[in-house]
C-alpha cells in the first residue's frame, strides 16, 4: 500500500508568481485535503477535494484553487504569490467518502518559499 | 479565530518521565479530537484520538484525558523516550467532515 505523496519536495518563487503543488492519495482514498502550516505553528485547512469538486474551503482567498482528477490524485494551485504564502504544503487523505472515517494521512509536505 | 488552544508551546522532559500536554476547545459541537505527532520534514501522523462519550483512553504509553464540562483534553505520555521527541498537535474535529482544527503544537524534547 502506498502513502499520500508530494511533489515537489521543496520549491522557492517569487511575489506574484504562480505555482502548482501535486499529491497523490493513498491507495483507495477518494477524499483530498489540503493544509498549510506556517513555521511553528499547526497546520490551517485549505480545502478538501472528493469526486473531482471542492466539498469544503477553510479561510482562504480564491487565489487558492485546487482540482482533483479521477484517479483521485490533487493539485493545489495558488497566484499572485504573497510573502506570507511562504509555508509547508500539506496533502492528506481519508477513504470513506466525503463524510466518510475520521482518520487522515498526510504526506511529507511540498515546502513553498515566496521571496 | 484559535478554536483549540495548546500548552506549552515546548516542553523538555527527563527519559523515563511523564510529558503531559493540555488543550482546550470553544465548539461543543466537535465530536472527535485527534492528537498528531509531527517528526521534522514528516507529515503529522495520527497518535490517538478520543471521542467525548470517553474520559479516558489508554494506547500503549499514550493516554488521553477527556474532561468534556471543562472543554479540556490532554495528552499524557508515560515512561517518555527520546524516540519521542517530536512536535505534538492536539486538534479537533466534526466526525463527519475532513476539516481538522489543530492547536498550535508543542515542541517536545526528551533528555536522555
Known amino acids: 500500500e502506498t502513502g499520500v505523496t508530494q511533489s515537489p519536495t521543496h520549491l522557492i518563487k517569487t511575489r506574484g508568481q504562480q505555482v502548482t503543488l501535486r499529491c497523490s492519495s493513498q491507495?483507495?482514498?477518494?477524499?483530498v485535503s489540503w493544509y498549510q502550516q506556517a513555521l511553528g505553528q499547526g497546520p490551517q485547512f485549505i480545502f478538501q477535494?472528493?469526486?473531482?469538486?471542492?466539498?469544503g474551503r477553510g479561510n482562504f482567498p480564491p487565489r487558492f484553487s485546487g482540482l482533483q482528477f479521477p484517479n483521485y490524485s490533487s493539485e493545489l494551485n495558488v497566484n499572485a504569490l504573497e510573502l506570507d504564502d511562504s509555508a509547508l504544503y500539506l496533502c492528506?487523505?481519508?477513504?470513506?467518502?466525503?463524510?466518510?472515517?475520521?482518520?487522515?494521512?498526510f504526506g511529507p509536505g511540498t515546502r513553498l518559499t515566496v521571496l | 479565530q484559535q478554536q483549540v488552544k495548546q500548552s506549552p508551546q515546548s516542553l523538555i522532559v527527563q527519559k523515563g518521565g511523564i510529558s503531559i500536554i493540555n488543550c482546550a476547545y470553544e465548539?461543543?459541537?466537535?465530536?472527535?479530537f485527534p492528537w498528531y505527532q509531527q517528526f521534522p520534514g514528516k507529515g503529522p501522523a495520527l497518535l490517538i484520538a478520543?471521542?467525548?462519550?470517553?474520559s479516558e483512553k489508554k494506547e500503549g504509553r499514550f493516554t488521553i484525558s477527556f474532561n468534556k464540562s471543562a472543554k479540556q483534553f490532554s495528552l499524557h505520555i508515560m515512561d517518555s523516550q527520546p524516540g519521542d521527541s517530536a512536535t505534538y498537535f492536539c486538534?479537533?474535529?466534526?466526525?463527519?467532515?475532513?476539516?481538522?482544527?489543530f492547536g498550535s503544537g508543542t515542541r517536545l524534547s526528551i533528555r536522555p
Open positions: 492528506a487523505s481519508r477513504g470513506g467518502g466525503a463524510r466518510g472515517g475520521n482518520e487522515q494521512f
Open positions: 491507495s483507495g482514498h477518494n477524499t
Open positions: 477535494y472528493y469526486r473531482e469538486e471542492e466539498n
Open positions: 465548539n461543543t459541537a466537535f465530536d472527535y
Open positions: 478520543i471521542r467525548p462519550d470517553v
Open positions: 486538534a479537533a474535529q466534526y466526525s463527519s467532515a475532513s476539516k481538522i482544527i
